[in-house]
């Protein structure tokens, strides 16, 4: 994820609010602020398939490791 790319459905622990096609937040376990990107899953195929991608990344937050 921080590396820009799309959220596998496998890493989302929770979809709040949100329906396929919406912007949704991207979070960290610990609450830190991942990135931006399109819903591409409903909340029921996310935590039951467990397979493909789950987020389209739009904007990521990059590291500042250098």
């Not at 820009?4 to 830190?32: K, L, Q, T």
């Not at 990107?37 to 996310?46: A, I, Q």
């Not at 397979?51 to 990059?62: P, Q, T």
Request: glycine share 14%.
């Amino acid at each position: 994820m921080k590396q820009g790319r799309s959220v596998m459905a496998r890493f989302v622990i929770d979809v709040r609010n949100a329906v396929p096609g919406d912007e949704v937040a991207i979070y960290s376990e610990d609450g830190e602020f991942l990135g931006v990107g399109r819903l591409l899953l409903s909340k029921d195929e996310v935590l039951s398939v467990g397979r493909g991608v789950a987020v389209k990344l739009r904007h990521h937050v990059g590291t500042s490791e250098g």
